[in-house]
Protein backbone atom coordinates (compact mmCIF):
# COMPACT_ATOMS: atom_id res chain seq x y z
CA UNK A 1 0.00 0.00 0.00
CA UNK A 2 1.42 3.42 -1.09
CA UNK A 3 2.48 5.38 2.19
CA UNK A 4 0.30 8.71 1.26
CA UNK A 5 -2.88 6.20 1.29
CA UNK A 6 -1.81 5.59 4.82
CA UNK A 7 -2.31 9.55 6.11
CA UNK A 8 -4.58 11.55 4.94
CA UNK A 9 -7.35 10.79 7.48
CA UNK A 10 -7.63 14.25 8.99
CA UNK A 11 -5.79 17.68 8.82
CA UNK A 12 -4.44 18.98 12.30
CA UNK A 13 -4.83 22.58 11.38
CA UNK A 14 -7.16 24.64 9.74
CA UNK A 15 -8.48 28.59 9.73
CA UNK A 16 -11.60 30.19 8.46
CA UNK A 17 -13.69 30.90 5.43
CA UNK A 18 -14.78 29.27 1.94
CA UNK A 19 -14.55 26.49 -0.95
CA UNK A 20 -16.27 24.74 -3.89
CA UNK A 21 -17.16 22.48 -6.66
CA UNK A 22 -15.06 21.05 -9.84
CA UNK A 23 -13.88 22.47 -13.36
CA UNK A 24 -12.09 22.75 -15.91
CA UNK A 25 -7.96 23.99 -15.90
CA UNK A 26 -5.84 25.57 -18.21
CA UNK A 27 -3.12 25.22 -16.26
CA UNK A 28 0.08 24.21 -18.18
CA UNK A 29 3.28 22.09 -17.09
CA UNK A 30 4.83 19.11 -16.55
CA UNK A 31 3.76 18.38 -13.08
CA UNK A 32 -0.33 18.47 -14.62
CA UNK A 33 -1.58 15.44 -12.67
CA UNK A 34 -4.95 15.89 -14.53
CA UNK A 35 -8.20 15.86 -12.24
CA UNK A 36 -7.36 13.32 -9.51
CA UNK A 37 -4.95 14.26 -6.88
CA UNK A 38 -1.28 12.79 -6.27
CA UNK A 39 -3.11 10.04 -3.83
CA UNK A 40 -5.61 9.15 -6.59
CA UNK A 41 -8.96 10.25 -5.16
CA UNK A 42 -10.79 13.76 -6.17
CA UNK A 43 -9.65 16.44 -3.87
CA UNK A 44 -12.77 17.40 -1.29
CA UNK A 45 -14.87 20.55 -2.45
CA UNK A 46 -18.14 22.24 -1.16
CA UNK A 47 -20.59 24.46 -2.83
CA UNK A 48 -19.00 26.79 -5.56
CA UNK A 49 -21.08 29.51 -4.13
CA UNK A 50 -19.45 29.64 -0.59
CA UNK A 51 -16.26 31.39 -2.72
CA UNK A 52 -15.97 35.14 -1.94
CA UNK A 53 -15.23 36.21 -5.42
CA UNK A 54 -15.67 40.45 -5.45
CA UNK A 55 -15.04 41.81 -8.51
CA UNK A 56 -12.61 39.10 -9.97
CA UNK A 57 -12.50 38.31 -13.01
CA UNK A 58 -10.66 37.72 -16.33
CA UNK A 59 -7.45 35.25 -16.33
CA UNK A 60 -4.21 35.11 -14.35
CA UNK A 61 -0.70 34.20 -14.94
CA UNK A 62 1.45 32.58 -12.77
CA UNK A 63 4.50 30.28 -12.15
CA UNK A 64 6.50 28.69 -9.70
CA UNK A 65 7.12 25.88 -7.11
CA UNK A 66 6.20 22.33 -9.04
CA UNK A 67 6.11 21.08 -5.37
CA UNK A 68 2.49 22.59 -5.01
CA UNK A 69 1.20 22.90 -8.13
CA UNK A 70 -1.34 19.42 -7.26
CA UNK A 71 -2.47 21.84 -4.59
CA UNK A 72 -2.61 24.51 -7.21
CA UNK A 73 -4.61 22.41 -9.44
CA UNK A 74 -7.34 21.27 -6.94
CA UNK A 75 -8.03 25.10 -5.87
CA UNK A 76 -7.89 26.37 -8.92
CA UNK A 77 -10.87 23.85 -10.13
CA UNK A 78 -13.03 25.21 -7.49
CA UNK A 79 -12.16 29.15 -7.55
CA UNK A 80 -12.37 28.89 -11.39
CA UNK A 81 -16.20 26.87 -11.24
CA UNK A 82 -17.08 29.83 -8.95
CA UNK A 83 -15.33 32.64 -10.00
CA UNK A 84 -15.05 32.33 -13.73
CA UNK A 85 -11.35 33.79 -13.74
CA UNK A 86 -9.21 31.30 -15.65
CA UNK A 87 -5.75 30.57 -13.80
CA UNK A 88 -3.02 29.61 -15.86
CA UNK A 89 -0.38 28.26 -13.38
CA UNK A 90 2.58 27.07 -14.94
CA UNK A 91 4.36 25.23 -12.06
CA UNK A 92 7.78 25.65 -14.18
CA UNK A 93 9.57 25.44 -10.94
CA UNK A 94 11.02 27.77 -7.98
CA UNK A 95 13.32 29.75 -9.74
CA UNK A 96 11.41 30.40 -12.72
CA UNK A 97 8.62 31.54 -10.22
CA UNK A 98 10.29 34.52 -8.93
CA UNK A 99 12.23 35.73 -12.03
CA UNK A 100 8.70 35.80 -13.72
CA UNK A 101 7.40 37.26 -10.57
CA UNK A 102 10.22 39.86 -10.47
CA UNK A 103 10.14 40.71 -14.03
CA UNK A 104 6.24 41.70 -13.93
CA UNK A 105 5.17 38.59 -16.10
CA UNK A 106 2.91 36.83 -13.60
CA UNK A 107 0.02 38.13 -11.02
CA UNK A 108 1.99 35.93 -8.19
CA UNK A 109 4.08 33.23 -8.03
CA UNK A 110 4.79 29.90 -5.87
CA UNK A 111 8.42 29.72 -4.19
CA UNK A 112 9.68 26.50 -1.37
CA UNK A 113 12.07 29.25 -0.25
CA UNK A 114 11.49 32.98 0.62
CA UNK A 115 12.49 35.53 -1.46
CA UNK A 116 16.41 37.09 -0.98
CA UNK A 117 17.05 40.70 -0.41
CA UNK A 118 18.00 41.10 -4.11
CA UNK A 119 14.77 39.16 -5.02
CA UNK A 120 12.67 41.64 -3.14
CA UNK A 121 15.08 44.68 -4.02
CA UNK A 122 13.98 43.58 -7.97
CA UNK A 123 10.56 42.95 -6.63
CA UNK A 124 10.14 46.87 -5.87
CA UNK A 125 10.36 47.85 -9.56
CA UNK A 126 6.95 45.84 -10.39
CA UNK A 127 5.61 47.13 -7.11
CA UNK A 128 4.13 50.10 -7.54
CA UNK A 129 4.96 51.63 -3.71
CA UNK A 130 5.30 48.41 -2.24
CA UNK A 131 7.25 45.30 -2.64
CA UNK A 132 7.33 41.40 -2.80
CA UNK A 133 6.11 39.43 0.31
CA UNK A 134 5.87 35.59 1.06
CA UNK A 135 2.59 33.70 2.11
CA UNK A 136 3.12 30.74 3.91
CA UNK A 137 0.28 28.58 2.22
CA UNK A 138 1.34 25.26 1.68
CA UNK A 139 3.16 22.94 3.56
CA UNK A 140 4.32 18.97 3.03
CA UNK A 141 7.25 16.38 3.61
CA UNK A 142 9.60 16.41 0.85
CA UNK A 143 9.60 12.72 0.19
CA UNK A 144 12.58 10.49 -0.87
CA UNK A 145 11.27 8.39 -3.52
CA UNK A 146 12.84 4.87 -4.14
CA UNK A 147 12.50 2.08 -6.83
CA UNK A 148 14.06 -0.79 -5.28
CA UNK A 149 13.03 -4.35 -6.42
CA UNK A 150 12.50 -6.16 -3.71
CA UNK A 151 12.42 -3.55 -0.49
CA UNK A 152 9.40 -2.22 0.48
CA UNK A 153 10.48 -0.44 3.89
CA UNK A 154 13.74 1.24 3.56
CA UNK A 155 15.07 3.37 6.45
CA UNK A 156 18.21 6.11 5.83
CA UNK A 157 19.92 9.02 7.69
CA UNK A 158 21.00 12.44 6.91
CA UNK A 159 24.96 11.11 6.41
CA UNK A 160 24.03 8.41 4.36
CA UNK A 161 21.51 10.44 1.96
CA UNK A 162 24.38 12.81 2.04
CA UNK A 163 26.93 10.08 0.77
CA UNK A 164 24.32 8.83 -1.69
CA UNK A 165 23.39 12.56 -3.32
CA UNK A 166 27.33 12.95 -3.29
CA UNK A 167 27.96 9.51 -5.14
CA UNK A 168 29.88 8.55 -2.25
CA UNK A 169 27.58 5.79 -1.46
CA UNK A 170 27.02 4.17 -4.76
CA UNK A 171 25.48 0.42 -4.49
CA UNK A 172 22.40 -0.51 -2.73
CA UNK A 173 24.43 -3.29 -0.29
CA UNK A 174 26.41 -0.58 1.39
CA UNK A 175 27.27 -1.75 4.80
CA UNK A 176 25.97 1.74 5.99
CA UNK A 177 22.47 1.57 4.73
CA UNK A 178 22.82 -2.76 5.50
CA UNK A 179 23.30 -1.51 8.98
CA UNK A 180 20.10 0.77 9.15
CA UNK A 181 17.99 -1.68 8.11
CA UNK A 182 18.64 -5.37 9.77
CA UNK A 183 17.10 -8.27 8.42
CA UNK A 184 15.90 -6.45 4.86
CA UNK A 185 17.77 -8.10 1.86
CA UNK A 186 19.22 -5.29 -0.31
CA UNK A 187 19.93 -5.88 -3.34
CA UNK A 188 23.64 -5.95 -5.20
CA UNK A 189 22.21 -2.69 -7.44
CA UNK A 190 23.88 0.44 -8.69
CA UNK A 191 21.87 3.07 -6.67
CA UNK A 192 20.73 5.68 -9.80
CA UNK A 193 20.73 9.60 -8.01
CA UNK A 194 18.33 11.79 -9.17
CA UNK A 195 18.28 15.35 -8.49
CA UNK A 196 16.39 18.58 -10.36
CA UNK A 197 17.79 20.22 -13.22
CA UNK A 198 15.92 23.45 -12.63
CA UNK A 199 16.18 25.98 -10.00
CA UNK A 200 14.10 24.38 -7.49
CA UNK A 201 12.61 25.71 -3.90
CA UNK A 202 12.56 21.91 -3.01
CA UNK A 203 16.18 21.46 -3.69
CA UNK A 204 16.89 24.19 -1.06
CA UNK A 205 15.11 22.71 1.63
CA UNK A 206 16.47 19.69 0.79
CA UNK A 207 20.14 20.91 0.27
CA UNK A 208 19.06 22.78 3.95
CA UNK A 209 18.30 19.89 5.43
CA UNK A 210 21.87 18.10 4.72
CA UNK A 211 23.38 21.23 5.78
CA UNK A 212 22.14 21.53 9.11
CA UNK A 213 22.43 18.26 9.91
CA UNK A 214 24.93 16.50 8.50
CA UNK A 215 27.57 19.05 7.53
CA UNK A 216 30.34 17.03 7.55
CA UNK A 217 28.84 15.23 4.88
CA UNK A 218 27.81 18.01 2.90
CA UNK A 219 29.69 20.52 2.10
CA UNK A 220 27.99 22.69 -0.24
CA UNK A 221 26.49 26.20 0.23
CA UNK A 222 22.96 25.22 -0.70
CA UNK A 223 20.43 27.43 -2.60
CA UNK A 224 17.73 26.25 -5.08
CA UNK A 225 20.56 24.98 -7.58
CA UNK A 226 22.01 21.79 -7.27
CA UNK A 227 25.68 22.06 -6.59
CA UNK A 228 27.10 18.19 -6.29
CA UNK A 229 28.61 16.37 -8.71
CA UNK A 230 27.41 12.89 -10.34
CA UNK A 231 24.30 11.79 -10.23
CA UNK A 232 21.03 12.63 -12.91
CA UNK A 233 19.07 15.45 -13.20
CA UNK A 234 15.03 15.71 -14.41
CA UNK A 235 12.99 19.10 -14.52
CA UNK A 236 10.36 19.65 -11.93
CA UNK A 237 8.80 17.46 -9.30
CA UNK A 238 7.05 15.36 -12.13
CA UNK A 239 10.07 14.91 -13.65
CA UNK A 240 11.99 13.28 -10.97
CA UNK A 241 9.20 11.31 -9.88
CA UNK A 242 8.89 9.58 -13.45
CA UNK A 243 12.70 9.03 -13.75
CA UNK A 244 12.56 7.34 -10.38
CA UNK A 245 9.90 5.23 -11.25
CA UNK A 246 11.04 3.68 -14.83
CA UNK A 247 14.42 3.21 -13.63
CA UNK A 248 15.87 0.15 -11.51
CA UNK A 249 17.69 1.69 -8.33
CA UNK A 250 16.91 5.01 -8.77
CA UNK A 251 16.13 7.35 -5.90
CA UNK A 252 15.09 11.24 -5.76
CA UNK A 253 13.43 14.33 -4.03
CA UNK A 254 10.10 15.33 -4.31
CA UNK A 255 6.83 16.73 -2.64
CA UNK A 256 4.80 13.36 -0.57
CA UNK A 257 1.98 13.47 -3.29
CA UNK A 258 4.45 11.98 -5.96
CA UNK A 259 4.74 9.04 -4.34
CA UNK A 260 2.83 6.68 -5.98
CA UNK A 261 2.13 4.22 -9.09
CA UNK A 262 5.13 1.92 -7.75
CA UNK A 263 7.33 4.24 -6.07
CA UNK A 264 8.12 4.07 -2.66
CA UNK A 265 8.73 6.42 0.40
CA UNK A 266 12.18 6.19 2.76
CA UNK A 267 11.68 6.92 6.36
CA UNK A 268 14.48 8.96 7.77
CA UNK A 269 16.32 7.68 11.07
CA UNK A 270 16.52 11.32 13.00
CA UNK A 271 17.30 10.15 16.24
CA UNK A 272 13.43 10.08 17.80
CA UNK A 273 12.64 6.84 19.24
CA UNK A 274 11.66 5.17 15.83
CA UNK A 275 12.18 6.73 12.24
CA UNK A 276 9.91 9.00 10.38
CA UNK A 277 7.93 8.23 7.05
CA UNK A 278 6.76 11.63 5.68
CA UNK A 279 3.00 12.07 6.01
CA UNK A 280 1.06 15.04 6.53
CA UNK A 281 0.81 14.21 9.99
CA UNK A 282 4.68 14.06 10.47
CA UNK A 283 5.10 17.30 8.03
CA UNK A 284 2.88 19.51 9.88
CA UNK A 285 4.12 18.41 13.47
CA UNK A 286 7.93 19.84 12.47
CA UNK A 287 5.85 22.80 11.11
CA UNK A 288 3.64 23.69 13.83
CA UNK A 289 7.02 24.73 15.58
CA UNK A 290 8.67 27.09 12.74
CA UNK A 291 8.82 30.41 13.63
CA UNK A 292 7.98 33.51 11.57
CA UNK A 293 11.32 35.39 10.58
CA UNK A 294 9.72 37.91 7.85
CA UNK A 295 9.53 41.42 9.07
CA UNK A 296 6.76 44.16 8.16
CA UNK A 297 3.52 41.76 6.05
CA UNK A 298 6.59 39.18 5.03
CA UNK A 299 5.94 35.82 6.85
CA UNK A 300 8.73 33.88 5.76
CA UNK A 301 8.72 30.86 8.28
CA UNK A 302 11.95 29.28 9.87
CA UNK A 303 11.93 25.28 10.06
CA UNK A 304 13.48 23.27 12.20
CA UNK A 305 15.16 20.38 10.14
CA UNK A 306 17.05 19.04 13.31
CA UNK A 307 13.96 17.93 15.17
CA UNK A 308 14.17 14.92 17.47
CA UNK A 309 10.65 14.91 18.55
CA UNK A 310 8.81 11.63 17.99
CA UNK A 311 6.54 11.61 14.66
CA UNK A 312 7.72 15.23 13.37
CA UNK A 313 9.27 14.37 9.91
CA UNK A 314 12.78 16.46 9.61
CA UNK A 315 12.75 17.10 5.88
CA UNK A 316 9.51 19.77 5.28
CA UNK A 317 8.80 22.61 3.02
CA UNK A 318 6.84 25.46 3.39
CA UNK A 319 5.38 26.81 -0.19
CA UNK A 320 4.83 30.43 -0.19
CA UNK A 321 2.79 32.58 -2.79
CA UNK A 322 4.56 35.69 -3.66
CA UNK A 323 2.67 39.01 -4.30
CA UNK A 324 2.76 42.65 -3.83
CA UNK A 325 1.82 44.00 -0.58
CA UNK A 326 1.42 47.40 -2.49
CA UNK A 327 0.70 48.63 -6.60
CA UNK A 328 -0.37 45.20 -7.68
CA UNK A 329 -1.95 46.01 -11.12
CA UNK A 330 -5.41 47.34 -11.20
CA UNK A 331 -6.27 44.49 -13.67
CA UNK A 332 -5.24 41.55 -11.57
CA UNK A 333 -5.85 42.61 -8.40
CA UNK A 334 -9.58 41.81 -7.48
CA UNK A 335 -8.45 38.28 -8.82
CA UNK A 336 -5.30 37.99 -7.45
CA UNK A 337 -6.54 38.72 -3.81
CA UNK A 338 -10.34 36.63 -4.15
CA UNK A 339 -8.08 33.73 -4.99
CA UNK A 340 -5.49 33.80 -2.51
CA UNK A 341 -8.15 34.95 0.38
CA UNK A 342 -10.05 31.25 -0.59
CA UNK A 343 -6.95 29.37 -0.48
CA UNK A 344 -5.97 30.55 2.61
CA UNK A 345 -9.50 29.85 4.31
CA UNK A 346 -10.56 26.98 6.61
CA UNK A 347 -11.82 25.06 3.58
CA UNK A 348 -9.35 26.14 1.54
CA UNK A 349 -6.86 24.67 3.79
CA UNK A 350 -8.57 21.63 4.45
CA UNK A 351 -8.13 20.21 1.14
CA UNK A 352 -4.42 19.94 1.54
CA UNK A 353 -4.97 17.18 4.18
CA UNK A 354 -6.92 15.13 1.07
CA UNK A 355 -3.96 15.51 -1.18
CA UNK A 356 -1.23 14.70 0.80
CA UNK A 357 -0.25 18.23 1.59
CA UNK A 358 -0.19 19.61 5.43
CA UNK A 359 -2.23 22.74 6.40
CA UNK A 360 -0.61 25.56 7.16
CA UNK A 361 -0.54 25.97 11.47
CA UNK A 362 -3.69 28.26 12.91
CA UNK A 363 -1.57 30.81 14.19
CA UNK A 364 0.36 31.33 10.99
CA UNK A 365 -2.60 31.30 8.47
CA UNK A 366 -4.53 33.64 10.62
CA UNK A 367 -1.58 35.94 10.26
CA UNK A 368 -1.40 34.94 6.21
CA UNK A 369 -5.54 35.90 6.05
CA UNK A 370 -5.07 39.27 7.38
CA UNK A 371 -2.25 40.12 5.17
CA UNK A 372 -4.22 39.27 2.20
CA UNK A 373 -7.12 41.35 3.24
CA UNK A 374 -4.43 44.35 3.33
CA UNK A 375 -3.38 43.98 -0.23
CA UNK A 376 -3.46 46.67 -2.59
Not at 300 to 323: C, N, R
Not at 344 to 365: H, M, R
Amino acid sequence: MMLQRKNRLRALSLGALAVSGALALTACGSDDNGNNTGSGKPASSASAGSIKCDNAKGQLLADGSSAQKNAIDAWVKNFSQACGVQINYKGGGSGAGVTAFTQGQVAFAGSDSALKPEEVAASKKICNGGQGIDLPMVGGPIALGYNVPGVDNLVLDAPTLAKIFDSKITNWNDKAIAKLNPGVKLPNLKIQAFHRSDESGTTDNFTKYLIATTPGNWKYSGGKAWQAKGGQSAPQSAGVAQQVKQTSGAIGYFELSYVKDGIKAVSINTGASKPVAPSTESATADIAAAKVVGTGKDLTLQLDYKTKADGAYPITLVTYEIACDKGNKADTLPATKAFLRYIASEDGQKILSTIDYAPVPDEIIAKVRTTIEGLS
